[in-house]
């Protein structure tokens, strides 16, 4: 049987024919060769046992919109029915020239990356193809196929509009009614940055390994030199080297003069380039031996310290040549490579309302900063609950001593024993004497203390935990904007998903609802 495509858009069906007649105007659609039907399913160890029919090459028309195929439940649908309510202004204001090539709909890179991060996809390579084999991807790119290029350019072209691409999530998100500031909890986390802590060296080591690059680059300038002497006494100072030597006038020794010749150049010229790539190397040493002791005569200066330019940095002090600005830092696998990612999420809903990237690896002096954040994007909060990394008397008297209303605060002193028993609550009045941390403790030893501090594992853990588990473990982006700009994008990702299942949520009730009215 044949199916053959007419000129005009006919389908002809011949039984007859097992080959198509040669007709200009008709052009082979389909064709089944005669008498050939299904392969047999293979059977199990049971002579009765059979399998489901399974034919990959199957020939399938799918549906002709992608959206009917994904489902009005799938998170791509709804990223793209939420895209009309954001605010791009930020992004489409980054193209003011109409010269070039039109580039790809900011929006549409957008949401893509939006459904990517949220796949756990931060490589651009990745997302290009998928763009080519994920159904989700060609919905959001309209079968366009941008290059990893252009995603990774636009990637770090707005990053500062990622932040306010995240609170847009928070404005959405309070006019659904589905986030209401309450008690906030903070956490820090450390998340590995696009180097390797092989590529840092100390304070203490620069000056030795500068002088040993600096032997090296002698050395090699020197046997380079040496070459270069060697070709004047062969031909002569001053000697153009056109007249031929006698050793090169014989046929029989030429050829093996000329090559050794050729591989004394370029012996010559591998000896300069290398001594150029050590010079490159001290050249970053000291960049980033410079970087060091400027950052140690800022700290002295902002500690108050007499004779703040004599400051040097500690010997064991590290700077990354790769990420200058990551550090190392204490994590579950052994010291990294890292930079401090900042959450601030609501009790009971888990929406981000604050975020964070700094380099200090301590979060005591985040807790105000990180507050004030709050604040600014939603409002003041009703309380604060943080673990002990945070606590400092400054931050519980900035808390309470504020322009406005003071805020709550839940912060743990110090780190509890495992397994150790909790204290008895407090009895009497509250003693007037009390310091900051002997209240704090106090009032983390109360019924309602305990319980409100008992929020903060069931709120900022568990969104720091889902962050990771989307596979954001490591930034893509190099240097603080940029890895600034990426948490933001992904935080506003988490939001996103939120929202995608409250409604979800609020649909599948719907439709329980409407089955019981009909049942």
């Excluded at 084999?133 to 790119?141: Q, V």
């Excluded at 409100?452 to 889902?466: D, L, S």
Aim: proline share 7%; charged share 25%.
């Amino acid at each position: 049987m044949a199916i053959l495509l007419g000129k005009h858009g006919k389908i002809w069906c011949s039984e007859s024919m097992t080959t198509p007649p040669a007709v200009p105007e008709q052009v082979p659609l389909l064709t089944v060769e005669a008498g050939a039907g299904p392969p047999l399913p293979p059977r199990g160890a049971s002579p009765s046992k059979v399998f489901r029919a399974w034919s990959p090459e199957q020939a399938t028309l799918l549906p002709a919109s992608k959206r009917e195929h994904l489902g009005d439940d799938h998170l791509a649908v709804f990223l793209l029915d939420v895209l009309p309510t954001l605010d791009l202004q930020p992004i489409l204001d980054a193209y003011p020239e109409d010269r070039g090539q039109p580039p790809y709909d900011p929006r549409m890179l957008t949401v893509l990356l939006l459904y990517a991060y949220s796949q756990g996809i931060t490589s651009s390579r990745q997302i290009e193809r998928r763009c080519r084999e994920d159904i989700a991807f060609m919905y959001l790119a309209g079968d366009a196929r941008p290059d990893h290029d252009t995603i990774c350019a636009f990637r770090r072209r707005h990053l500062g509009a990622f932040e306010a691409l995240f609170l847009e999530t928070l404005r959405i998100a309070q006019e659904a009614g589905a986030l209401k500031v309450g008690r906030i909890a903070l956490d820090g986390t450390k998340i590995r940055a696009n180097a390797s802590k092989h590529k840092a060296m100390s304070y203490a080591r620069m000056p030795e390994r500068q002088a040993a690059l600096q032997a090296e680059v002698q050395r090699l300038l020197a046997e380079a030199e040496t070459l270069d002497r060697a070709e004047d006494a062969q031909y002569g100072r001053g000697q153009r080297g056109n007249d031929l030597p006698p050793e090169l006038r014989d046929p029989a020794t030429r050829r093996q003069r000329l090559r050794e010749a050729q591989a004394r150049l370029q012996e010559a010229e591998r000896k300069r380039d290398l001594a150029a790539t050590k010079q490159a190397q001290i050249d970053k040493i000291t960049t980033a031996q410079q970087a060091l002791e400027e950052a140690a005569r800022e700290q002295a200066t902002a500690d108050g310290r007499a004779n703040p330019a004599t400051a040097r940095p500690a010997p064991n002090a590290q700077r990354n040549f790769t990420d200058p600005e990551s550090r190392i830092m204490k994590t579950a696998d052994g010291f990294q490579q890292c930079y401090n990612a900042q959450v601030a999420a609501t009790v009971g809903s888990q929406f981000i309302v604050a975020a964070d990237v700094v380099t200090a690896a301590n979060d005591k002096q985040q807790l105000q900063p990180m507050v004030t954040q709050v604040v600014a994007n939603v409002g003041e909060p009703d309380g604060v609950i943080a673990d002990s990394g945070y606590f400092s008397d400054a931050n519980v008297q900035a808390l309470t001593q504020r322009d406005g209303r003071s805020i709550e605060g839940h912060i743990a002193v110090a780190r509890d024993r495992h397994g150790a028993p909790p204290t008895g609550p407090p009895r009497g009045r509250i003693p007037t004497d009390l310091s900051p941390a002997e209240r704090m403790r106090r009032r983390l030893r109360t019924k309602a203390g305990r319980a409100i501090y008992a929020q903060r594992k069931i709120t900022v853990e568990p969104v720091i935990g889902q962050i990771k588990g989307r596979g954001f473990r490591r930034f893509s982006l190099r240097g603080l904007i940029g890895a600034k700009g990426e948490f933001q994008l992904v935080c506003a990702v988490h939001n996103f998903m939120k929202l995608w299942r409250v409604r979800l949520a609020f649909i599948r009730r719907a439709r329980a609802e409407h089955a019981l009215v009909y049942a």
